[in-house]
């Protein structure tokens, strides 16, 4: 289908423009064919009034684990240790398939709602999601959590390479498979060699979680005599593509290493503030020119997947804690949240921004709101005064799959009720 998003104003997340005023965009075969003046000879199926509209791409949550919605405002105000401990991993234990395809839907029409167009995922029962991302019409990378656990650590590795068999590249192309070792602390050194391995063979890049926490770092200089960031990478996992999620407790050398290996951070302010897990350095791996990437982290330690809420708070939070008014500023927080997240997931060459040739992941936000107004600064109002709830319409590949806050794709009233069922059943069990 063709259409054409008449008279919008334009956030391209290019490079090269911040913001375009009263333009047009035109989609054909799922791409964008034109940006600029109106054009003769194209015809269109459909035409998207965007007066009051601001164009931007699809929002990217570089990190999270969707099907812990089951357990949103289940376990709070712990410390993270006991948190995972004590209250996630036992019910976590108790979760079966059916359980994770309901909640990771439910995760999927959060996010649709507000504008995020592409996640990726570390969860378990990954089949399950990729039947729900399938259904849905988003685009995610899809990644099996691995923990080292006696007897059944080779079974986790083949687990994803079945995965990888069976999803990476379906959905048209919106789906991809990257291999996730959980920790450096749930994985050994020996483990995480093989994880390596498993990488290579699959061609493919990793996801982990990195210097999360202070106790993780304190934990890995007794045991190894170095940070995280230091141990994986004198392990080789930087030689492969990969996307560290949280990246709190690093220091100069980390960071030096982060950037020399091309790792791209993925920031996730909310959950680390309400796990009490610190603050990440952002602006000083900015500045250090690494590709920092934003997500929401799990809804249950979130305890939302709302990404314009988290542009907000990525940027706030740097200014308080450096006591800098213009640290990390809104387009760099903007850029965090698009065309970073891209090349985190290796699909900077087709998403991430708005220009001539790329994949047409294009979410509106309705303006004409009075918290907007008076609109003084386009890319100032996107960071600091939009909400999740002012997305419009979301497009993936050129396909609508949220018109006029009405999602296209999913049955939103069954996913309320069977994830509800779900989570019920599960801490019942």
């Given at each position: 289908m063709a259409l054409l998003i008449k008279n919008v104003t334009l956030v391209p997340m290019d490079g090269k423009r911040e913001v375009v005023e009263n333009t047009n965009i035109y989609v054909e075969n799922g791409r964008i064919s034109h940006i600029g003046e109106l054009k003769d000879g194209i015809e269109v199926d459909k035409v998207i009034d965007g007066n009051n509209k601001v164009a931007?791409?699809?929002?990217?949550?570089?990190?999270?684990?969707?099907?812990?919605s089951l357990l949103r405002n289940y376990a709070d105000d712990f410390p993270l240790h006991e948190w995972l401990t004590q209250k996630i991993w036992p019910r976590e234990a108790k979760l079966v398939g059916q359980d994770v395809y309901w909640g990771s839907l439910l995760s999927m029409v959060e996010m649709i709602q507000s504008g995020t167009t592409t996640f990726c995922d570390m969860y378990f029962f990954m089949d399950e999601v990729g039947k729900g991302l399938e259904e849905s019409g988003?685009?995610?990378?899809?990644?099996?959590?691995?923990?080292?656990?006696?007897?059944?650590?080779?079974e986790k590795l083949e687990d994803t390479r079945i995965?990888?068999?069976?999803?990476?590249?379906?959905?048209?192309?919106?789906?991809?498979?990257?291999?996730?070792?959980?920790?450096?602390?749930t994985c050994g050194p020996a483990y995480m060699e093989k994880i390596i391995e498993l990488a290579k063979e699959l061609d493919t890049g990793i996801h982990i979680?990195?210097?999360?926490t202070k106790k993780e770092v304190e934990d890995s200089f007794n045991t190894y005599g170095k940070s995280p960031v230091r141990h994986v990478y004198d392990l080789g996992l930087f030689e492969l593509p990969t996307v560290a999620a949280h990246c709190v407790h690093v220091n100069q050398e980390d960071i030096e290493i982060l950037k020399e290996k091309n790792v791209s951070p993925v920031n996730n302010p909310t959950s680390n503030l309400k796990l009490a897990s610190g603050f990440a350095p952002i602006d000083k791996m900015l500045k250090s020119k690494v590709?920092?990437?934003?997500?929401?982290?799990?809804?249950?330690?979130?305890?939302?997947?709302?990404?314009?809420?988290?542009?907000h708070i990525a940027s706030i939070i740097n200014k308080g804690v450096n006591m800098d008014a213009v640290s990390v500023p809104a387009i760099d927080v903007l850029r965090m949240a698009t065309i970073n997240g891209a090349k985190a997931l290796l699909w900077d060459e087709e998403i991430g921004s708005l220009e001539v040739g790329k994949k047409a992941d294009i979410i509106l936000i309705d303006m004409d709101k009075p918290h907007l107004y008076p609109m003084h600064n386009v890319i100032s109002a996107l960071a600091y005064s939009v909400q999740g709830s002012d997305v419009d319409t979301v497009m993936v590949d050129g396909k609508i799959i949220m018109e006029k806050r009405e999602i296209?794709?999913?049955?939103?009233?069954?996913?309320?009720?069977?994830?509800?069922?779900?989570?019920?059943?599960?801490?019942s069990r």
């Open positions: 931007m791409p699809g929002l990217i949550n570089a990190h999270t684990h969707i099907g812990m988003m685009r995610g990378v899809l990644t099996r959590g691995l923990i080292e656990e006696a007897g059944k650590s080779e995965l990888h068999k069976n999803w990476n590249g379906k959905g048209d192309g919106r789906i991809k498979v990257m291999v996730a070792p959980h920790a450096p602390y979680h990195l210097s999360e590709n920092v990437a934003l997500g929401t982290d799990g809804p249950s330690s979130n305890n939302n997947l709302n990404m314009f809420e988290e542009i296209k794709t999913l049955d939103v009233e069954r996913i309320m009720y069977e994830a509800d069922k779900s989570a019920r059943d599960l801490v």
